[in-house]
């Protein structure tokens, strides 16, 4: 069952998360990654609860698994702290597609 990468973040260094994105893209979307669903700094933020982020990406993968693999290799592991540097993090999750 396909699963979902879901990060949110407000940014503060647009030209540090362009270093980040340039490193990034090829460990979580190169031959073994997911595929790029939204990438947005146009989230639009519901009055029910709080905000969460300026900039909301998606990422789906096969299953669970795999985006776990994924975020925890070492490619990525190795980049991670550039959005970290770049970004607050507001949301970070693994979720399960429907069967």
Excluded: K
């Amino acid at each position: 069952m396909a699963a979902y990468l879901i990060l949110t973040y407000d940014v503060t260094d647009q030209d540090r998360l362009l270093r980040y994105r340039n490193a990034a893209t090829p460990a979580l979307l190169g031959p073994d990654g997911g595929e790029l669903v939204v990438s947005t700094s146009q989230t639009l933020h519901l009055p029910e609860a709080p905000s969460s982020g300026t900039h909301t990406v998606i990422l789906r993968f096969d299953d669970a698994d795999h985006a776990r693999r994924v975020y925890e290799s070492g490619s990525y592991q190795a980049v991670i702290e550039e959005r970290l540097a770049a970004t607050t993090p507001r949301i970070a999750m693994i979720v399960p597609g429907v069967p």
